[in-house]
Structures are given as C-alpha cells and as structure tokens.
C-alpha cells in the first residue's frame, strides 16, 4: 500500500528553521518524482519544490535560496529543509509522488497522484 506520511511541521519565528520529512512507504523513493507543496487559507496549493527520480531538484521562484529538498534511499525519506522562514511561509505543508515514468518532477498539483496527510508549519513572533 503506498502511503506518505510528513512530519516535522511546528510554530517558529521569522528567520529560525524547520526540517519537514516524507516518511514514503510501498515503493522506493528514487523510482519516482517527489514534490513537496503548501496550502495557506483561503488560497491555492502551490508547488514549493520537487525532486525527480534522476535527483534533478526544481524550485519556487520565492523560495529559491532559503529551501532544500533531498532525499534518503537508506530510510527512503524525502526531506525539505527550510532556513530564514517568513511570515508568508505559513502553510499546510504536503509531500505528494507520482508513481509512474516520468523523467522530471513537476510543481503542478495535478503532476502528482499519492498525497500525504500534511503537516502545518506556522511562522510568527
């Protein structure tokens, strides 16, 4: 059964930094792309950064600079590191796969097909 799972989401304050992981369970995390995405209320889930099967990486044009994604095929883990959080980086946060053949990542939601659960990430003084 393919499943997602994240974690590592909580409340910081502008400037400090959060690691949020992807716990993938039911296939291996370097066969397909990887996309991390964020909701805020009352707007759209927009892609933040994605990682191919190849390991090719695409960003946010906002974000780029400041976040990371990476993965771990040992724990089959993927991860998005975030330094020098702002207010408008708060968000539900989701990692999502497309489990299919494909040799780019994508930062669409509709690129994706499994989701995970998501985990908030609240940033304020």
């Keep these: 059964q393919l499943q997602l799972v994240e974690s590592g989401g909580g409340s910081v304050q502008p400037?400090?930094?959060l690691t949020?992981?992807?716990?993938?369970?039911g296939?291996?995390?370097?066969s397909y792309p990887i996309g991390w995405f964020r909701q805020a209320p009352g707007k759209e889930r927009e892609g933040v950064s994605c990682i191919s099967s190849r390991g090719n990486t695409d960003y946010l044009n906002s974000i780029k600079?400041?976040?990371?994604?990476?993965?771990?095929s040992?724990?089959?883990?993927a991860y998005l590191q975030m330094?020098?959080?702002?207010?408008?980086?708060?968000?539900?946060?989701?990692?999502?796969a497309f489990v299919g053949?494909?040799?780019w990542c994508g930062l669409r939601p509709e690129?994706?097909?499994?989701?995970?659960q998501g985990t908030q990430v609240t940033v304020s003084s």
């Design 15 to 17: 400037g400090r930094s």
């Design 20 to 25: 949020l992981s992807c716990v993938v369970r």
């Design 27 to 30: 296939f291996s995390l370097e």
């Design 65 to 72: 600079g400041r976040f990371t994604t990476s993965r771990d």
């Design 74 to 77: 040992v724990t089959n883990t």
């Design 83 to 96: 330094n020098g959080l702002k207010f408008e980086d708060t968000a539900v946060y989701y990692c999502a």
């Design 101 to 103: 053949t494909r040799a």
């Design 111 to 116: 690129h994706y097909d499994f989701w995970g």
